[in-house]
Nanobody, 119 residues
């Protein structure tokens, strides 16, 4: 059974940090580029960060560049997102997604984990 399961979300004060993790199972995650998306209430889905299949290249939305870091461990089939200097506008449901390295199609999505930044 193919699964992407996110964890690590929660409530944090502005300026705080969280580390999200996405655990992949049921497929060979090393053949997929991985991305983190977020969706805030009443807003569209936003691509936050992405990492290539081997982890050699990363990219970030301008809104999180310099504050968030994406990483992956293909031996453990995990992709992490370190969130630092969090702001209230970072509040959203964060989901991971797997994009096949050959077709470019997003094939798998997780259910998401809630991040709330509030004092």
């Amino acid at each position: 059974q193919v699964q992407l399961v996110e964890s690590g979300g929660g409530l944090v004060q502005p300026g705080g940090s969280l580390r999200l993790s996405c655990a992949a199972s049921g497929f060979t995650s090393s053949r997929y580029a991985m991305s983190w998306y977020r969706q805030a209430p009443g807003k569209g889905r936003e691509l936050v960060a992405a990492i290539t299949s081997a982890g050699g290249s990363t990219s970030y939305a301008d809104s999180v560049s310099g504050r968030f870091t994406i990483s992956r461990d293909n031996a453990k089939n995990t992709v992490d997102l370190q969130l630092n200097s969090l702001k209230p506008e970072d509040t959203a449901v964060y989901s991971c997604a797997a994009r096949h390295m050959l077709t470019g199609n997003y094939e798998y999505w997780g259910q998401g984990t809630q991040v709330t930044v509030s004092s």
